[in-house]
């Protein structure tokens, strides 16, 4: 009898264990890890309270609410995006993605969200006002982004002094401020948000190096995860909510339908 009971109370502790950890995988499931770049601004950065911000963050959140499951902000290396992807320890990269041949290669994308430009931003006091000025200058970048891909594609590369690569906007941006660079290239999106806080310091030139887009990155294989997200963006276009968080950070709905 002994021997029956001891039995039972083993078989009941494994049951309480194999329920414990299905509930904690369950919980886990319930969660998302976001990999962002949080110098990013208005994308995703932080604020003066040093809060992670933007209207990514603001998207990400509404998507993960529709989806049920919580959103976790991961700032990440932007040059290691990828592999931080791959090996698991981001379930997304959600931060102004530009969508190239070259990452869907690596990842899989959502359908476009937000347009976008690379273009080249100087002092506005600079005689700088044209890309073939940029021939024997300083130029600076950020490290492994699109902006460094759209440089390499344009034939004003081969006439620049030196390309700095930065490992994000801000200080690319700080130099350029105290004259270490000549001009900077960036994303449109990003530099319009610096010239709406810096009214008189910044000029952008006529010209842009190239046209892209911006999408979010799945890890390949995980095509469910992907179709659930794109449901989610998609139910946010059709209720609204993509466009209420597109006017409150750029002044008019912007979102791709």
Same mark, same amino acid.
């Given at each position: 009898?002994?021997?029956?009971?001891?039995?039972?109370?083993?078989?009941?502790?494994?049951?309480?264990?194999?329920?414990?950890?299905?509930?904690?995988?369950?919980?886990?499931?319930?969660?998302?890890?976001?990999?962002?770049?949080?110098?990013?601004?208005?994308?995703?950065?932080?604020?003066?309270?040093?809060?992670?911000?933007?209207?990514?963050?603001?998207?990400?959140?509404?998507?993960? %609410?529709?989806?049920?499951? $919580?959103?976790?902000?991961?700032?990440?290396?932007? #040059?290691?995006?990828?592999?931080?992807?791959?090996?698991?320890?981001?379930?997304?990269?959600?931060?102004? *993605?530009?969508?190239?041949?070259?990452?869907?290669?690596?990842?899989?994308?959502?359908?476009?969200?937000?347009?976008?430009?690379?273009?080249?931003?100087?002092?506005?006091?600079?005689?700088? +006002? #044209?890309?073939?000025?940029?021939?024997?200058?300083?130029?600076?970048?950020?490290?492994?982004?699109?902006?460094?891909? @759209?440089?390499?594609?344009?034939?004003?590369?081969? #006439?620049? #002094?030196?390309?700095?690569?930065?490992?994000?906007?801000?200080?690319?941006?700080?130099?350029?401020?105290?004259?270490?660079?000549?001009?900077?290239?960036?994303?449109?999106?990003?530099?319009? *948000? *610096?010239?709406?806080? $810096?009214?008189?310091?910044?000029?952008?030139?006529?010209?842009?190096?190239?046209?892209?887009? *911006?999408?979010?990155?799945?890890?390949?294989?995980?095509?469910?995860?992907?179709? %659930?997200?794109?449901? @989610?963006?998609? $139910?946010?276009?059709?209720?609204?909510?993509? @466009?209420?968080? +597109?006017?409150?950070?750029?002044? %008019?709905?912007?979102?791709?339908?």
């Amino acid at each position: 009898m002994k021997r029956l009971a001891t039995i039972i109370l083993a078989l009941a502790a494994m049951f309480t264990l194999l329920a414990a950890c299905s509930s904690a995988g369950e919980e886990k499931d319930k969660e998302l890890i976001i990999g962002i770049d949080d110098k990013f601004a208005p994308m995703g950065f932080r604020d003066k309270n040093n809060e992670i911000v933007g209207f990514d963050i603001d998207y990400a959140k509404a998507a993960m %609410e529709k989806m049920g499951v $919580e959103a976790k902000f991961q700032p990440i290396d932007w #040059k290691t995006k990828e592999s931080e992807l791959s090996s698991g320890r981001i379930d997304l990269i959600w931060n102004g *993605y530009t969508i190239t041949d070259e990452r869907k290669e690596k990842v899989l994308f959502t359908k476009p969200y937000l347009k976008n430009s690379q273009v080249v931003v100087t002092l506005a006091n600079s005689n700088i +006002s #044209k890309l073939d000025n940029l021939a024997g200058k300083v130029v600076g970048i950020q490290g492994l982004s699109s902006a460094s891909d @759209a440089l390499d594609a344009n034939p004003i590369k081969s #006439k620049i #002094k030196t390309i700095t690569e930065f490992s994000d906007n801000v200080l690319a941006l700080s130099d350029l401020k105290n004259g270490r660079v000549d001009a900077v290239v960036i994303d449109e999106v990003v530099i319009n *948000y *610096y010239m709406s806080q $810096e009214e008189g310091t910044f000029k952008l030139l006529d010209e842009s190096l190239a046209p892209e887009e *911006y999408g979010i990155g799945v890890k390949k294989g995980n095509e469910a995860l992907l179709q %659930e997200l794109q449901k @989610a963006l998609d $139910e946010m276009n059709e209720d609204g909510t993509a @466009a209420e968080i +597109s006017k409150k950070w750029f002044g %008019e709905d912007k979102v791709l339908k």
